[in-house]
Nanobody
Framework: QVQLIESGGGLVQAGGSLTLSCAASGRTFRPYAMGWFRQAPGNQREFVSAISKYGDLPYYGDSVKGRFTISRDNAKNTAYLQMNSLKPEDTAVYYC????????????????WGQGTQVTVSS
């Protein structure tokens, strides 16, 4: 069992930056790919970014490509999402997830989920 705890969310002005962290406990997360998803009110949860278990393959949703950067530190059991040039439409609850996935963009391939952290971008 892996427990995931997100942190780093908050309120930021448009154009600003935030870095989200996802700390894993319970078991090492080395065998797992890590993903970030987000959900705005009234919307479905959508793929934001993911990274392979070795950290060598990052993936991004089209809406965040070029602005967000995903990384992981397996020694610290922590994944990160650096978010730059934030826009009001990035406002959502951000969730991290872990799993032995083949399709990084599919929610149902992830086995473990955090509780989410709120990101609010003001215009």
């Amino acid at each position: 069992q892996v427990q995931l705890i997100e942190s780093g969310g908050g309120l930021v002005q448009a154009g600003g930056s935030l870095t989200l962290s996802c700390a894993a406990s319970g078991r090492t997360f080395r065998p797992y790919a890590m993903g970030w998803f987000r959900q705005a009110p009234g919307n479905q949860r959508e793929f934001v970014s993911a990274i392979s278990k070795y950290g060598d393959l990052p993936y991004y949703g089209d809406s965040v490509k070029g602005r967000f950067t995903i990384s992981r530190d397996n020694a610290k059991n922590t994944a990160y999402l650096q978010m730059n040039s934030l826009k009001p439409e990035d406002t959502a609850v951000y969730y991290c997830a872990a799993g032995r996935v083949t399709n990084y963009r599919r929610l149902n391939e992830y086995d473990y989920w955090g509780q989410g952290t709120q990101v609010t971008v003001s215009s």
